[in-house]
């Protein structure tokens, strides 16, 4: 598996304790996440019906926005993995540094691919990926200019697992046009990751190929119970944005007390210049405090936002020593 944050068992045999021990700012996983309602017996028990699955789909299209096909699947990364098989091996490119998982996933399936760091550097591609907002530097495109690489790429691949509070930055509305593939999480906003649960919004063709891909049960019976609570939920989805904004400003005036430079980041992470990134997590972790640093940077460190009040209790302390 490549490097990604959620380690929390490589924290502990680092640095001792046990799961429970620690608070896991590592990932941009929401950590006040949706309330689990409860579940019929049939969803553990049945297979999952094509009627369920399509009132999911229905209800991601509704939330998102969008008229075009949904295809349910078991997180964005299983689309991630379909990608490289949506057409001939050629030249990808990705805008970098971003998720991991695009460029070694494209590798993997026998495509050439290149790493850039301009989004103009994406035209002529085969396959063109861009993170929107971007992980981990938060990086923002307008859509109208992703939409403006479209007619200069052979497909682009627009992963918007960070932007369910940012909405005006979906392409989500653009959604069905060939040579447009947008991937949504679920994970990451309702905080329900385990579920293991994202969506690919395609054209007709795309959505034809990912159903295929993924096989008459991609999903299980209680992902889409959850699911379609969770995205039906509007009052929920409108109270966790306004708090996830004012969260993340709060975090930057905590941790700009300790002198570390705000880089970037989303309503659910933020990245900061620590100047000694090694020793910053080191430093938090004496604390049980887990956070993310970057193979291609010595300085950066990477925070999710804190759930309740004793969390942020915690790595204000963490922080103060």
């Given at each position: 598996m490549l490097d990604h944050g959620g380690d929390i068992d490589r924290a502990v045999r680092r640095f001792g304790g046990c799961r429970s021990d620690w608070v896991d700012l590592s990932t941009g996983i929401n950590r006040k996440p949706f309330p689990v309602p409860r579940l019929d017996a049939a969803c553990w028990t049945a297979l999952p019906p094509q009627s369920d699955i399509a009132a999911l789909c229905d209800a991601a299209r509704k939330v998102y926005g969008t008229t075009a096909p949904v295809v349910a699947l078991a997180g964005a990364q299983m689309a991630?993995?379909?990608?490289?098989?949506?057409?001939?091996?050629?030249?990808?490119?990705?805008?970098?540094?971003?998720?991991?998982?695009?460029?070694?996933?494209?590798?993997?399936?026998?495509?050439?691919?290149?790493?850039?760091?301009?989004?103009?550097?994406?035209?002529?591609?085969?396959?063109?990926?861009?993170?929107?907002?971007?992980?981990?530097?938060?990086?923002?495109?307008?859509?109208?200019?992703?939409?403006?690489?479209?007619?200069?790429?052979?497909?682009?691949?627009?992963?918007?697992?960070?932007?369910?509070?940012?909405?005006?930055?979906?392409?989500?509305?653009?959604?069905?046009?060939?040579?447009?593939?947008?991937?949504?999480?679920?994970?990451?906003?309702?905080?329900?990751?385990?579920?293991?649960?994202?969506?690919?919004?395609?054209?007709?063709?795309?959505?034809?190929?990912?159903?295929?891909?993924?096989?008459?049960?991609?999903?299980?019976?209680?992902?889409?119970?959850?699911?379609?609570?969770?995205?039906?939920?509007?009052?929920?989805?409108a109270t966790t944005t306004g708090r996830l904004a004012a969260d993340a400003i709060r975090l930057d005036k905590l941790v700009g007390n300790i002198g570390w430079r705000f880089v970037g980041g989303t309503h659910l992470f933020r990245l900061y210049d620590t100047g000694d990134a090694i020793l910053a997590q080191e430093r938090l972790a004496q604390s049980r405090i887990w956070s993310r640093i970057f193979p291609w940077s010595a300085k950066f460190l990477r925070l999710g936002l804190p759930g309740d009040e004793r969390e942020w209790a915690r790595l204000s302390r963490a922080l103060q020593a």
């Open positions: 991630i993995q379909f990608v490289p098989h949506l057409s001939s091996k050629g030249n990808a490119r990705v805008l970098s540094p971003t998720y991991n998982e695009h460029a070694a996933t494209l590798r993997a399936a026998g495509w050439h691919v290149e790493e850039v760091s301009d989004l103009d550097a994406l035209a002529g591609a085969d396959v063109a990926v861009v993170v929107n907002p971007n992980n981990p530097d938060g990086r923002r495109y307008p859509p109208e200019r992703l939409l403006a690489l479209l007619p200069r790429v052979g497909r682009l691949v627009v992963d918007e697992s960070f932007v369910d509070a940012e909405p005006d930055l979906s392409l989500a509305t653009h959604a069905g046009t060939p040579g447009l593939l947008v991937l949504r999480s679920f994970g990451k906003f309702y905080g329900l990751a385990g579920v293991r649960l994202g969506f690919a919004l395609a054209s007709e063709a795309d959505a034809r190929h990912l159903a295929s891909l993924s096989g008459p049960w991609p999903i299980s019976g209680p992902a889409i119970a959850i699911g379609i609570a969770a995205l039906s939920d509007r009052t929920w989805q």
